[in-house]
């Protein structure tokens, strides 16, 4: 801080390092006060040693000194003046803009009325020349040099903007820290704003419009405007407008003037100041309720909407209504009121949303109900058949699936829900070829697992008994290797002569209805048994 010269950020060694040397250094003249800005940082020093640097860049601009010790310092939003309350409370002015003794930008400026024993300050952030300042027990607003009326206040200054300066009472938020009241705030108004208040109820307002020119800010002018809209003096208000840099005023005063009535434009005035049932009332009285529904789908009040729509003679139809129902749906499940979202969504006849509902709530009887209502080859039917696979419902799953014809995904749920006699009998139903091959995976990762009994159960359930009776042999012979029971080795045999004869009797039904007379049907039973058995006497000797 002590050795950087004017224009240098840093310093350099012999060899062209930074030297931070100086950094760490102590130094005789310490800083006590600190301020910024997006343009400049300013430090004051205890001698009276004012430091400007330039921001970004933090390069020293220039020093200044002043004949007392800054204690608290502030830029005004331009960062044209800084503001000084020095050692003893004592408030200056300095200004960079204006030229000193020596020719030189920069002069310390005093009050010709000394401001004692100010403890806070605080600079408009729209106005480099008005700042609100606290004197003991009183605020002080000035512009300039010249003061207003003091206000009594011991609050701290937050803010100071659009002519009003918001404070907080420390002493009554330490009270109750934890849930401070609402006089721990307070706002005071600039007197240009309360003078502006008091014309615009008092004279008429093109007298107002004069006044605002001699005292012009934007907050005054869309004050002026407000005042011009209410008594829908259009051209007036656009000029106040335009003066307070609103665009979106001055678009709502174009679309205003294409309005082809009175009562429209000052419903539209009191939609603009948020007063919605005004609004909706004065468009009732000329008979526009459809303006009127419009206005609270704009808001979002569906609520309303429903109301408007169900009274005798309201506009609108059931496809209005509908969506009506249906965004009051969505107001319910964005707050997770699952179950009243669901009364909803059922008017509005919203299948998937309805859907989503029922799955978060594991409500699968209404799931079943919406199953019913739904028509064939709809979209969702195969969502609801996902549901209901996850679910373990087979009866339901393969209902959604067929009724949206999805026949590979309806074996496929039999396949994992275990249901081979169904499968099987869907494959053959749609001449599903890929069954066969699913049962073999399904066999062989049973087997590999030496999981004999439940392959066997397995090829029971999807008609293949003589394969499963196969497999019954060789844990019969396994079970009399370790000399099991005689009872439990006489039912495997009889459960194992079971499966050759619901086998043989397939078999012969088979052929039936192919048209066969008994007589031929049992000889190609036998003969079909012969080319696929490969011992013959298995079959033969099934129950001895």
């Known amino acids: 801080v002590d050795d950087l010269a004017p224009g240098t950020g840093v310093s350099h060694g012999e060899e062209g390092h930074i030297d931070f040397s100086s950094a760490l250094a102590n130094t005789l003249d310490p800083i006590c006060s600190i301020c910024g800005s997006e343009k400049a940082l300013v430090i004051g020093r205890e001698s009276g040693l004012i430091q400007r640097y330039t921001l970004p860049k933090l390069s020293l601009e220039k020093k200044y000194q002043i004949n007392c010790r800054p204690h608290s310092i502030a830029l005004n939003c331009n960062s044209t003046k800084l503001s000084i309350i020095d050692a003893n409370a004592l408030l200056s002015m300095f200004d960079f803009s204006v030229a000193g003794p020596d020719g030189s930008l920069g002069q310390q400026l005093v009050f010709e009325v000394e401001r004692k024993d100010v403890w806070h300050l605080c600079w408009a952030s729209d106005n480099s020349e008005l700042f609100a300042c606290m004197e003991k027990t009183r605020m002080y607003i000035i512009r300039g040099v010249d003061p207003e009326e003091p206000v009594a206040s011991s609050g701290y200054i937050c803010d100071f903007s659009d002519l009003q300066v918001r404070s907080a009472h420390l002493d009554e938020v330490m009270k109750t820290p934890d849930n401070p009241p609402d006089i721990c705030t307070s706002v005071h108004e600039v007197k240009s704003l309360r003078d502006c208040r008091e014309l615009i109820k008092k004279v008429v307002i093109e007298d107002c419009f004069k006044f605002v020119e001699k005292n012009p800010h934007p907050r005054l002018w869309h004050l002026l405007a407000e005042q011009a809209l209410e008594q829908l003096e259009m051209d007036l208000a656009e000029k106040a407008f335009v003066k307070s840099t609103d665009y979106q005023g001055i678009q709502f005063i174009k679309r205003l003037k294409k309005l082809d009535s009175e009562p429209k434009q000052r419903a539209e005035v009191a939609a603009y100041f948020n007063r919605f049932d005004d609004a909706e009332k004065l468009y009732l009285e000329i008979d526009r309720k459809d303006l009127a529904l419009e206005l609270r789908m704009k808001l979002g009040d569906w609520f309303r909407v429903v109301q408007l729509l169900r009274t005798a003679g309201g506009a609108g139809n059931d496809a209005m209504l509908e969506r009506a129902w249906n965004a009051i749906g969505d107001y319910f499940a964005e707050r997770q009121k699952w179950q009243q ?132 042999q060789k844990v019969c012979q396994e079970q009399q290797a370790l000399q099991a029971s005689p009872l439990r080795l006489k039912k495997l045999h009889v459960l194992k002569a079971l499966l050759v004869r619901d086998h043989q009797e397939r078999l012969k039904t088979l052929s039936q209805k192919k048209g066969y007379d008994s007589a031929q049907s049992s000889l190609d039973g036998l003969l079909h048994q012969d080319a696929t058995v490969t011992h013959t006497s298995f079959i033969q000797k099934a129950w001895h």
Request: glycine share 4%.
């Open 341 to 472: 979202a669901v009364t909803y969504y059922v008017q509005a006849q919203s299948h998937e949303k309805l859907v989503y509902c029922y799955q978060i709530l594991e409500n699968y009887s209404g799931l079943e109900g919406l199953l019913t209502t739904l028509p064939d080859g709809h979209a969702l039917l195969a969502k609801l058949g996902e549901i209901f696979l996850n679910a373990g419902m087979a009866e339901q799953c393969l209902k959604s699936y067929l009724r949206c014809s999805n026949i590979k995904a309806a074996v496929n749920a039999c396949v994992k829900l275990n249901q081979w006699d169904r499968a099987v009998e869907l494959a053959k139903t749609h001449s599903f070829p890929e069954i066969d091959s699913l049962l073999l995976k399904y066999v062989s990762r049973l087997l590999e697992e030496k999981k004999l009994l439940e392959a066997v159960e397995l090829y029971r359930k999807s008609n293949h008994s003589l394969e499963g009776a196969e497999l019954l």
